[in-house]
């Protein structure tokens, strides 16, 4: 799939209404049926790109063609995401577009869950910290857009059958709070 044009991408993703799951911080699991919205912010909480898919759809499999949309509209340096994305086509893809990933690595084998915990272990005991922790502390913004279009801007309740209707009505949320972020940082 590394020569797809981002047309054939997104024609990939499934766009019907699905379930989809997940664990909460709890342990869990939560289901929903409809969509899901994949947004891709800039710094100052402001939404870049938008995708959206079935429920069903992991964040991972949205993560490249979001990135070239991403790629195609502003300039940036870094790909923040969380160990969701670690994926060795992610890796790469970042960097084809120029970009530094900093993605929480996941340990896949007992050699590497050993490695990782005396790595961390021998941070703590020098008191080092790399400066990806402070990019990786800002992955937060990401996770406050997609609360505030929840709770604040309609994003919880959308009550329109189809994927462009629940599209258009998230979007009029995205824009809202597109506005809202922009008239915070000019005041």
């Not at 992991?58 to 509209?73: C, E, F, G, K, N």
């Not at 870094?78 to 577009?97: G, K, P, Q, T």
Request: proline share 5%; net charge positive; charged share 25%.
């Amino acid at each position: 799939q590394p020569g797809m044009s981002l047309e054939a991408r997104l024609a990939d993703l499934p766009r019907a209404c699905s379930i989809g799951n997940r664990k909460n911080a709890k342990g869990y699991k939560e289901f929903w049926r409809g969509y899901r919205l994949h947004i891709d912010v800039a710094d100052g909480d402001i939404p870049v790109s938008c995708l959206l898919t079935g429920a069903h759809v992991h964040d991972s499999q949205a993560a490249i063609p979001l990135a070239v949309m991403t790629a195609r509209r502003v300039t940036n340096l870094y790909d923040l995401m969380d160990s969701a994305y670690d994926v060795r086509e992610i890796h790469d893809h970042s960097r084809s577009l120029g970009h530094v990933p900093v993605i929480d690595p996941v340990p896949r084998s007992k050699a590497a869950k050993d490695a990782w915990a005396n790595e961390k272990k021998a941070r703590e005991q020098i008191a080092w910290k790399p400066a990806e922790g402070r990019r990786l502390a800002q992955r937060t913004s990401c996770e406050r857009v997609n609360s505030r279009l929840k709770d604040q801007f309609g994003g919880n309740h959308v009550r329109v059958r189809g994927p462009t209707k629940a599209m258009c009505h998230l979007m009029f949320g995205i824009l809202a709070l597109t506005v809202d972020q922009l008239i915070r940082l000019v005041t």
